[in-house]
């Protein structure tokens, strides 16, 4: 059984006092007294009672004044107050109910209507609370439910943008590599047969040295000499950049890995050297900025069961980070302090045991603040300016790695020094995990 509630009767009348106190203990509630108002307030924010009676006439605070205080009080406000007045007395019933009481007996009492009126007003105070706690208790879940909508939004749009640039990026490689592969093709022959031209005209030259002056002008006009030595040049830098061009284009396509939505085992530096391709433009030297030195460190790995392109994703959010806490930290350093302490990403791998491997990414940047550290894998969370940044690439890194991959995603920052984020995950997927993973997908 419940503890019986517990009232509060104030009177400066020790009879009525002892009445009500007898009736209502008669009724099964439990009761407490005070003789005047200023004891009332005390004893209630002591002893919170479930319900106060309180009498109109009383010395030094009367009545009204009490319930005032009591209702301007946070620890008391909520506690039901029910006057009790004289039976004529229709105007102090008006303003006691102005107070914030909740109802009035008048005296002198019937027993039963008293107790009636009491469980009346306990009755409607326990709905309230009640009603309260559901409502509080249906907000929290609606608001969690909202976040999470808004969330599964945010990964729906998100993915849809980095499908789209998968996409992208998968066409534009398509593209490029037919015509990229017929000129480097091409270039092996063209060089073959200038060195023909080439020998050939040495031939010539050789049993003819002195050919009629017409030759002889025109061989000087343009240069003869010089054509032949840059024509050999100029087909090795070519040859260079075509190679150069199906690197890149080798690296799109394994970025994008459009192809590939499934786990496969794969390895993961050639995952990390694609997204460094993708990012290459903002790592060189700019009028603004300065280089930025990258530093590979990198263990023997084995094939490691991933999602090839959500996990190239995660990497570029973090590297794309990097460089950003690198460019902020630069436009608050001089010159010198640039020169003697220079930008940095170091990406080191590594075998933690024989289930899983580490990538770890370390900037010499800004740092993360203290007070933000914690802050960081929330959604929408930035410190970038608006149109900058979304806040989102963290919080998907994180959700790529933990929960699609089974892993970790922990950093270390220092503000000031720098930040190293580290990666690791499994090397194989367990049963168990792929299970899960394919009905979260
Ligand atoms: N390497 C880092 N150095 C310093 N601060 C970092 C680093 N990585 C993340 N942060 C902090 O974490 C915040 C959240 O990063 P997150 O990638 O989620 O969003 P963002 O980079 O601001 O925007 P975007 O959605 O475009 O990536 C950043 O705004 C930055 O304050
Ligand atoms: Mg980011």
New binding site residues.
């Given amino acids: 059984m419940s503890n019986p509630d517990l009232i509060l009767v104030v009177d400066d009348t020790p009879a009525n006092l002892e009445v009500l106190s007898e009736a209502l203990t008669d009724g099964g509630f439990e009761v407490a007294i005070a003789t005047d108002g200023e004891l009332a307030i005390s004893q209630a924010q002591l002893c919170l009672p479930s319900l106060i009676l309180l009498d109109v006439m009383m010395p030094c605070i009367d009545g009204f004044e009490t319930c005032r205080r009591l209702k301007a009080d946070k620890i008391t406000q909520d506690i039901p107050v029910i006057f009790m007045t004289a039976l004529a007395d229709s105007t102090d019933k008006i303003k006691g109910l102005n107070l914030g009481a909740v109802d009035y007996v008048t005296k002198p009492f019937q027993e039963a209507e008293l107790i009636a009126r009491v469980k009346t007003q306990l009755k409607l105070r326990h709905l309230t609370q009640n009603l309260e706690q559901q409502v509080a208790e249906r907000t929290e879940e609606l608001t969690k439910a909202l976040q999470q909508v808004q969330q599964s939004q945010i990964q729906l749009v998100q993915s849809e943008k980095m499908a789209a640039l998968g996409q992208l990026v998968a066409g534009i490689a398509h593209e490029i590599n037919n015509p990229v592969n017929f000129i480097h093709g091409n270039l092996k022959h063209l060089e073959e047969y200038t060195q023909i031209f080439l020998d050939f005209l040495q031939l010539y030259q050789k049993y003819y040295p002195n050919p009629v002056e017409e030759i002889q002008e025109q061989a000087e006009e343009v240069d003869l000499e010089f054509v032949q030595e840059d024509a050999v040049k100029m087909l090795t830098s070519m040859k260079i950049g075509t190679e150069r061009i199906r690197q890149i284009v080798l690296s799109l396509r394994n970025f994008s890995r459009i192809d590939e939505a499934d786990f496969k085992a794969v390895d993961i530096h050639e995952g990390i050297e694609s997204t460094l391709m993708i990012l290459q433009h903002r790592l060189k030297a700019k009028s603004e900025s300065p280089e930025i030195q990258l530093i590979r460190e990198y263990d023997k790995l084995p094939p490691v069961e991933c999602y090839p392109g959500l996990l190239n994703q995660a990497l570029m ?2 590297l ?3 460089i ?2 690198l460019e902020e930290f630069n436009t608050k350093r001089t010159y010198q302090q640039i020169e003697d302490n220079p930008n940095r990403i170091i990406i080191r791998t590594s075998v933690i045991n024989s289930q899983s491997i580490e990538i770890s990414i370390a ?1 010499n ?4 603040p203290e007070h ?1 550290q914690k802050r ?2 929330d959604p929408f ?4 300016p608006i149109g ?8 998907i ?1 994180y959700q790529i790695i933990t929960e699609k991959h089974g892993g970790k995603l922990k950093f270390y ?1 220092q503000p000031g020094q ?2 190293e ?1 580290m990666i690791q995950i499994p090397i194989y997927q367990s049963i168990e995990n792929l299970s899960l993973l394919i009905s979260c997908t």
């Fill in positions: 959010n973090i794309a980070n990097a950003d806490a900037d940047g800004s740092g993360i933000i960081i894998f969370f930035t410190t970038k900058k940044g979304t806040g989102m690439g963290m919080s890194s920052s720098g930040t984020f």
